[in-house]
């Protein structure tokens, strides 16, 4: 190996904290946008979610992860947008 090549390789180093750095950045920025997403919602969602949850399950058997509760603001007015998925018939 010339030394050029040992240069190259010793800068080549130096630069890959730039993009772990800017790697880093972008997650942390999505994580900040999660959480201001959750800081939105209001309190009683996830309560509201156990709920759904256990008047579900008395019924059908289904997971926490199965019922996903969405608050959404358009035009004005507040939806509550309510997603169950249910087994097929011969899971239950």
């Known amino acids: 190996m010339n030394i ?3 240069i190259s390789k010793i800068l080549d180093y130096f630069q890959r904290p730039e993009k772990t750095a ?3 950045k972008d997650r942390l920025q999505i994580i900040i ?3 201001r997403n959750e800081r939105e ?3 009683y969602l996830a309560s509201l979610q156990k709920d759904l949850l ?6 059908v058997k289904i997971n926490q992860d199965d ?4 608050l ?3 035009e004005g007015c507040s ?3 309510l997603n169950v998925v249910l087994p097929a018939a011969s899971e239950k």
């Open 33 to 35: 946008a999660h959480e």
């Open 22 to 24: 800017k790697f880093a």
């Open 67 to 70: 019922i996903k509760i969405e």
């Open 4 to 6: 050029q090549t040992h």
């Open 79 to 81: 939806i509550l947008e």
């Open 54 to 59: 256990a008047v579900v399950a008395k019924y």
């Open 72 to 74: 959404d603001f358009q």
């Open 41 to 43: 919602k209001p309190d």
